[in-house]
């Protein structure tokens, strides 16, 4: 049986839609049960962000924004958190690591170290706007939120970024 080629490419998205969505419910699930055992001064990645990067420079800003609000809500709902924080602030990292898709050039901008300056960018903000409607910013001044909440926990979710970066690079054989 021949598979029309426009049937088998809207498949092959579907099926990658899929593992999405299934990347998705397991990084909550770890972020829920053992991310605290990574925990370093009270700070934990994201690596809903990581996810959120990667579909957007995969699929596009549009695909990532909507990515980024579902992953979002997910891990609100998960986490009893406040419903919308997770959801506005994975929409804003969506749309900005967005501008820096480029038509053609995804497995390029995901096999380099681009990746991560991209996540470093988007979890950034994605923490700004997330610790700004969570926290009270009267109990906390400015500079030590921005320092905590803003760039360590930004610089610990880039670090382990780093590994989706090594996974992706392809691999080179030396024949002899």
């Known amino acids: 049986m021949i598979i029309e080629p426009q049937r088998r490419e809207k498949r092959d998205k579907q ?11 397991l990084i909550v699930i ?9 925990e370093i001064g009270g700070l934990t990645p994201n690596l809903m962000i990581v996810l959120v990067v990667w579909i957007t420079i995969s699929e596009g800003q549009f695909v990532g924004i909507f990515a980024g609000f579902l992953a979002g809500l997910i891990f609100d709902i998960a986490t ?7 959801a506005l602030a994975q929409t804003v990292a969506a749309m900005a690591s967005g501008f820096f898709h480029k038509e053609g050039k995804e497995e ?4 380099r170290y681009k990746f991560i300056g991209i996540v470093f960018f988007s979890s950034f903000l994605h923490n700004i706007v997330y610790f700004f409607l969570y926290l009270k910013l009267s109990e906390l001044d400015f500079l030590n939120f921005f320092f905590k909440y803003g760039l360590a926990t930004s610089f610990y979710t880039t670090v382990l970024s780093v ?4 996974f992706k ?3 080179t054989r030396v024949r002899i």
């Open 30 to 38: 770890f972020q829920i049960s053992i991310a605290n055992l990574i």
């Open 169 to 171: 690079i392809p691999r």
């Open 80 to 86: 009893f958190d406040l419903i919308g924080t997770n």
């Open 108 to 111: 390029l901008i995901l096999s």
């Open 15 to 25: 099926i990658k839609f899929l593992i999405y969505a299934i990347v998705a419910l």
């Open 163 to 166: 590994f989706v970066v090594l």
